[in-house]
């Protein structure tokens, strides 16, 4: 990421300039920032929904801006494993519909996992590997699931067809302490089995520990932000 | 197809508001098919009801009016032709049958109608049918009657039951012809036109009840019994109108300008064809209107549709943000509340058909039964057709409002959750 800068468009409320940002592939890198200090037009950015005024973001050796709309998402739905703070799954399809949801825009990854396993099977088998298993995977509908259970769901679909980039927004800020640690174990264990490079924004600086490399998002961003009226 | 999988996993989970929208617009779809079926139904009866007949005559009123009383039993004639007008004109080169008409009299809400036995050949339907008897045979003696299948049904008489008539279309008792009763001779087969409902007697016998009969009330001690009746020549003084068929065609413009142009008594030759279409130009503008009603409840079960995938964008701001996240486009959810809108529409749209074929199957007797309207069940006509696959094109249409500010919202929104 190399001098960007970027505000939403129609407003002027918000704006944010980022000198440069270099994460390696296999990288597993922590963001640190309370919030409002631009965390999610950071992953924005990233993940090419949001496009800089200014600068230049290049994903896996390619430019996201010299990409088109239609192409920028194309490639997050081949590349990208997205984890959110909560709300991750469709609340009225199944755990297993929600981890091929993963898939369902990516032909290229589809692909992939078909030369080895049908989809189904590998869902299941993520899903497992995550702890989610019996008649929860199937049957019922994701809503019914517990908060935790549900993070696992969304960390399946984010590493099915293994993606090179997997993007988590502060994926345990809604769970206790302990299911919090079980869930970051599983996480980083399937990310390195797919040679993943992980990137997590967080405000929580304990789990710095666990990453290669934690940077706060302050050193290396400026924010503008003006009073919301 | 993923998009199509979501989108009934989507309405499944919202069953109830999609069901009632399904079944607003299903009322709504069944109400306009109905209009239209029973328009068409109407109109097909209306243009059934004669034909074969060249011209009818009458007393000088306006064509409608003549027709509506000779033909449908509406309302009643406000002048009478004379038997020597009729004959003078029946007597004519140009003349190849006529059928007089006489009306006046009614039996328990039936119509009485006086005419000669030509009635039930030369009377014809439907594009030319012609009666048929379901029991017994047309009147031959003074005393007979021939019953219209509805009237048969609804007053229960059978052959060789009796009947009293009334007079006028009053139900006040003294009025009756209880005197002069008559025999039930024959039944006529259904033909859904206004004969079903008519009691057919002879000319004499409307002549011979009346007899005693001046200025529209009876004469004391001046009633003859039947057997005095029987020995009289009863030829008829006056009739109500007549049906007229011409020996060609041609003729029929030239005969009409004779009898408009009739010397003895002010007269009236009307083409039953062009006064039926006459009439229903006049009944056209209510069934435009019910058009119209019908279509702006369409309009109104689509606006709920809109509504009603309008209401639901705000929680589903985070299913629009999962979706963008595994790369679906902005187009895609489009295309999500689209095919929702459309899957919608369409439930409703078969809903309803499956409603109006329902409610033509448990109507059809009771309309039938009740105001005369055969509602044929036949498959969706083309017209019907199109119309329904406009309602599922309005319905996507509806589902492109929600659809753009979900588009404008998943834009602004990106990724994020904003709950």
């Known amino acids: ?128 590997a995550l702890g989610v298993s019996g008649p929860l995977v199937t049957k019922g509908i994701a809503a019914k699931l517990s908060v935790g259970q549900q993070q696992r769901v969304a960390a399946a679909r984010a590493l099915i067809g293994a993606p090179e980039l997997v993007i988590a927004d502060e994926p345990t800020s809604a769970l206790d302490k302990r299911t919090q640690e079980t869930f970051l174990d599983l996480l980083f264990h399937q990310v390195a089995e797919v040679k993943a490079t992980l990137v997590m924004v967080s405000h929580d600086d304990r789990l710095a520990r666990r990453f290669d490399r934690a940077l706060d998002l302050g050193d290396i961003s400026n924010v503008r932000q003006e009073a919301e009226t | 197809m993923i998009l199509l999988r979501l989108a009934f996993l989507s309405l499944r989970n919202r069953w109830l508001t999609a069901l009632l929208t399904v079944i607003a617009i299903a009322v709504s779809v069944a109400l306009l098919l109905g209009v239209e079926k029973v328009r068409n139904g109407a109109r097909a009866s209306f243009a059934d009801t004669i034909s074969g007949t060249d011209l009818i005559i009458g007393a000088r009123t306006g064509p409608i009016q003549l027709l509506l009383y000779s033909v449908f039993r509406i309302g009643d004639a406000t002048n009478n032709i004379s038997w020597l007008s009729y004959v003078d004109i029946a007597k004519r080169g140009e003349v190849a049958w006529s059928v007089p008409l006489t009306l006046g009299d009614s039996h328990r809400g039936f119509r009485v109608l006086g005419t000669t036995t030509d009635y039930f050949k030369r009377y014809k339907f439907r594009g030319g049918q012609t009666l048929t008897f379901t029991a017994g045979r047309e009147f031959d003696d003074l005393f007979d009657t021939v019953l219209g299948a509805d009237a048969a049904s609804k007053l229960e008489q059978k052959i060789g039951d009796r009947i009293v008539v009334s007079h006028g279309l009053g139900v006040i008792p003294q009025s009756e012809h209880a005197d002069k009763p008559f025999r039930v001779s024959g039944i006529l087969a259904k033909t859904g036109t206004p004969v079903d409902r008519t009691v057919h007697v002879s000319l004499e016998a409307y002549e011979a009840i009346h007899i005693d009969w001046k200025e529209g009330v009876r004469t004391p001690g001046l009633s003859p019994s039947v057997a005095t009746v029987r020995k009289l020549k009863l030829a008829p003084k006056a009739i109500t109108a007549a049906m007229i068929g011409v020996k060609s065609k041609l003729s029929t413009f030239e005969l009409q300008r004779f009898v408009n142009e009739y010397r003895q008594e002010p007269l009236l030759a009307i083409f039953p064809g062009v006064a039926l279409q006459e009439l229903w130009q006049i009944v056209g503008t209510a069934e435009q209107a019910l058009i119209m009603i019908s279509a702006m409840v369409v309009v109104a079960a689509l606006l709920g549709l809109a509504t009603m995938i309008l209401s639901t964008l705000n929680e589903r701001r985070r299913e629009m943000a999962i979706l963008r996240s595994v790369g679906a486009s902005p187009r895609t959810i489009v295309g999500l509340l689209m095919i929702e809108a459309g899957l919608l529409s369409l439930l409703g749209v078969m809903l309803g058909v499956a409603l109006l074929y329902l409610g033509l199957y448990v109507a059809q007797p009771i309309v039938d039964a009740q105001y005369g309207l055969y509602l044929p069940i036949r498959p969706l006509s083309q017209r019907e057709l199109v119309m329904l696959a406009l309602i599922v094109g309005a319905g996507l249409g509806v589902g492109l409002l929600p659809a753009l500010r979900a588009y404008q919202m998943s834009l602004a929104d990106g990724m994020t959750v904003r709950v």
């Open chain 1, 1 to 128: 990421m190399d001098k960007v800068d970027f505000c939403w468009p129609g407003t002027n409320a918000f704006e944010i300039s980022i000198d440069r940002l270099a994460i390696e592939p296999g990288e597993r890198i922590l963001l640190l920032g309370p919030s409002g200090s631009g965390k999610s037009t950071l992953l924005g950015l990233v993940c090419g929904i949001a496009v800089p005024q200014a600068g230049r973001i290049e994903v896996l050796g390619r430019d996201l801006a010299a990409m088109s709309a239609m192409e920028r998402d194309r490639f997050r739905a081949e590349h990208y494993g997205v984890i959110f703070q909560m709300f991750n799954l469709l609340p009225y399809a199944s755990a297993l519909d929600n981890v091929l949801l993963g898939l369902s825009f990516a032909p290229e990854r589809k692909k992939r996992i078909v030369t080895y396993r049908p989809p189904k099977e590998e869902a299941t088998r993520l899903l497992a």
